[in-house]
Structures are given as structure tokens and as C-alpha cells.
């Protein structure tokens, strides 16, 4: 998508009537523009003024200014309706903008609640999917929903497993009713987020579980949540000790072992993978497995302390052959 940055970019000092912005070296300039913008703020900085346009031009003169619709769809910026119609302009004079792009473009105005800038991009064609869905339920935003159930836009289990990861009850209420599909993921997703009231509600209505579910709440680090999830025969299973040291919950795993869940070498894995030292040291004083992908893990993401501990205790250091896969990471 061609020059269409600037999407919630930060607001860079400008070169007013007193010339503030020209007292700083050229060299503090460009090492702003180089270490500190992102890519969707570099519009507005050469927007700025003369000086930061010369500046982007001379630092980057082979790039194109473009916005990173993904790293909008992650912002917690809210953008303006005029940005939105600014935005689909300029994809109208970009040769190279996909249907990808615009796709994205639809899935931020739902994530957002603005319904007046979906019904005006939609009547120019902008398409949509199950994403813009699930990005309105993620939101929280019922209008939104409403309107797109009412237009044929089509939906699955995401817009229900949007909604449980960020406790939007009213939403699973609607979507209930609504027939949309859900499943074990739906649960999963309300346990990591910590919402026992939606784990609740959901389980009363017969929305299934899974081993993933436990394993979400001891991501998550919710131990209330993971002992109502036991109290109610939810299965667990390595996982739940996987996704606790993944994480660095050390409270979630002591309860689980005094709760006999079982573990395996993945946890001092992921531990050392993630460079949590005090728990892979009460792994290893509890007797948890380890083997060489401990080793491994601590070294590739170069958690030195970890890794030099595990070389002082005994962890097995056989080199990983070309052919070997590593742990699959819980989903």
C-alpha cells in the first residue's frame, strides 16, 4: 500500500517560526528517524516539515512511506474516519494494493466500532470475511456485529473465541443465540484471559472443553481459575506445567504438581527457553526432566545465566542433528 503511513505515528517536534526543531544536530535527527519510528510513524514525521521530509529522503531514498496495516490492526491508536477514507484513497492510486490490504482496512474500522466508516467503505467494495467478524467481537462492539450479521457477512467459531479471550459475555450471549459456532478453543481463550464468569456461562450452556483450557488458565497464571477448571473435571495434562513455566508462573506450578499434573522435559524447556531461571531451578529441585533441548532453547535465545547455570548442573548438551524437529509449543 503506497504512502499511506502515518496511522497514530508519533508527533515529532516541529521547525515553527523559532526554528526549535533546526538547534538539534542533524545526527540526533537521523538517529530518531532510524532507532525510535516505527514504520507506520515515518509519514508523519517527513509530514512534519521541510527539514524531517529532506531528512526520510536522504536516510531511505529507495523506500516507499507505507503503512503496516498489521501493526495498525495491534495498535491501540483510534483512527479518524478522515484517516480511514485517506487511507482507502491512496490504495486507489497504488497499483500494487491487494485485496489483502483492504481486507485489513475493514477488519480495523470493526475492530474500532466505527460503523459509519465500514457501511462507507463496504459501499466502495471494500471486501470482508471472518476476520472483520471475530475483529468486532474482539472489540466488543454488538452494533457492529449486528450490522454485519444483517449484511451477509460471514462468520465461525473465531467471533465466539474473540469474544471469551477478552470477557465480552454480552457478545457470547448474542452470538448464542445467533447460532454462531463455538469450541474447545472458545474456553481455552476465556480461561487465559482470566474470566471465570464467561468459563462459567459458557460450560452451563455447553460450550465443550479440552485439556487446552487448563493449560490456558496456567498461561495466564489464573489459579482460580485453574481450580474451578479442576473442581469441574476439566482434563489437564503436560500442557498445563508447560504453559506455567513458559510463562514464569511459579505459583500455578507448584499447585499443580501438589495437584498431580503431570509434567515433562517441555517445562525446563520453555523455562529456559523464555529465560525464567528461578523456575527451572525449582523444576530441576523437584526432579522435572530435562534433556538436550534445555540446553538448546537457553542458547538460541541467548539467556546466558540460564545457560551457563544449566552447563554447571548437568544438562545434557548433545548437539540437535539437522533432521530433528523441536518440541511442538503448546497452541
Not at 190 to 197: I, Y
Not at 266 to 293: F, I, K, M
Request: net charge positive; aromatic share 10%; with cysteine.
Amino acid at each position: 500500500m503506497g504512502d499511506t503511513g502515518g496511522a497514530g505515528a508519533a508527533k515529532p517536534p516541529q521547525a515553527g517560526a523559532d526554528g526549535k526543531a533546526k538547534k538539534l544536530p542533524h545526527a540526533v535527527w537521523k538517529k530518531v528517524l532510524d532507532s525510535y519510528l516505527k514504520q507506520n510513524d515515518i509519514y508523519a514525521f517527513a509530514s512534519a516539515c521541510k527539514q524531517f521530509r529532506d531528512l526520510q529522503k536522504t536516510a531511505r531514498p529507495k523506500r516507499k512511506l507505507i503503512t503496516d496495516m498489521e501493526e495498525c490492526l495491534n495498535s491501540k491508536t483510534t483512527f479518524s474516519s478522515d484517516w480511514f477514507k485517506w487511507a482507502f484513497e491512496s490504495m486507489q492510486d497504488d497499483e500494487d494494493c491487494s485485496d489483502t490490504v483492504k481486507l485489513n482496512l475493514m477488519r480495523l474500522a470493526a475492530s474500532q466500532g466505527n460503523l459509519a466508516v465500514l457501511k462507507w467503505l463496504r459501499f466502495r467494495g471494500c471486501p470482508w470475511n471472518e476476520w472483520t467478524c471475530s475483529r468486532a467481537a474482539l472489540g466488543g462492539h454488538l452494533e457492529i456485529l449486528q450490522w454485519l450479521q444483517a449484511q451477509g457477512c460471514p462468520w465461525n467459531a473465531y467471533a465466539c473465541e474473540a469474544a471469551a479471550s477478552k470477557g465480552h459475555l454480552d457478545i457470547l450471549k448474542w452470538l448464542k443465540q445467533q447460532n454462531c459456532n463455538w469450541n474447545v478453543w472458545t474456553c481455552s481463550r476465556a480461561a487465559l484471559g482470566g474470566h471465570l464468569e464467561v468459563l462459567k456461562w459458557l460450560r452451563a450452556e455447553g460450550c465443550p472443553w479440552n485439556a487446552y483450557t487448563c493449560e490456558g488458565a496456567a498461561s495466564g497464571g489464573h489459579l482460580e481459575v485453574l481450580q474451578w477448571l479442576r473442581e469441574n473435571g476439566c482434563p489437564w495434562n503436560e500442557r498445563t506445567c508447560g504453559g506455567a513455566a513458559r510463562e514464569g508462573h511459579l505459583h500455578i506450578l507448584r499447585w499443580a504438581r501438589e495437584n498431580g499434573c503431570k509434567w515433562d522435559t517441555t517445562s525446563c524447556t520453555y523455562a529456559a527457553q523464555e529465560g525464567h531461571l528461578a523456575v527451572l531451578q525449582w523444576l530441576r529441585s523437584q526432579g522435572c526432566p530435562w534433556d538436550n533441548w534445555t540446553f538448546s532453547a537457553a542458547a538460541l535465545h541467548k539467556n546466558i545465566e540460564v545457560l551457563e547455570w544449566c552447563k554447571r548442573n548437568g544438562c545434557p548438551t548433545k548437539k540437535r542433528k539437522a533432521t530433528e524437529d523441536p518440541p511442538t509449543q503448546p497452541e
